[in-house]
């Protein structure tokens, strides 16, 4: 009997080592679980890197978008400043031909002066005649 309780307690014992074993697997098989959840929150960490990745390049998208707006307000007023000068310059051709009539007028006035002038040297040139 005596071997008999010695073969009980060897069997006792591993059974104990057994039943650490089942413990530390199940205490492995939490920490394979809590890895699992770690390696997706990583992945989902990735992900969100990703994201922010993306919103700053929406950002600067954006950013582009408002200097576009603002360089095509500027192109509106360029146009509109073309359009003025386009009218200034009609302007200005006006100008120049009021200025040639004026010039015309002028050779006008003189010529009716020259045109009074002989009328006068007529006249006294018939009284001479008449004389």
Known sequence: MDKLSLIL??????????????????????????????????????????????????????????????LLKLSLILTELLKLSLILTELLKLSLIDTELLKLSLILTELLKISLSLTELIKHSLMLTQL
Request: proline share 0%; net charge negative.
């Open 9 to 70: 307690t060897e069997l006792l014992k591993l059974s104990l080592m057994l039943t650490e074993l089942l413990k530390l697997s199940l205490m492995l098989t939490e920490l394979l679980k809590l890895s699992l959840i770690l390696t997706e929150l990583l992945r989902l960490s990735l992900m969100l890197t990703e994201l922010l990745r993306l919103s700053l390049m929406l950002t600067e998208l954006l950013k582009l978008s408002l200097m576009l707006t603002e």
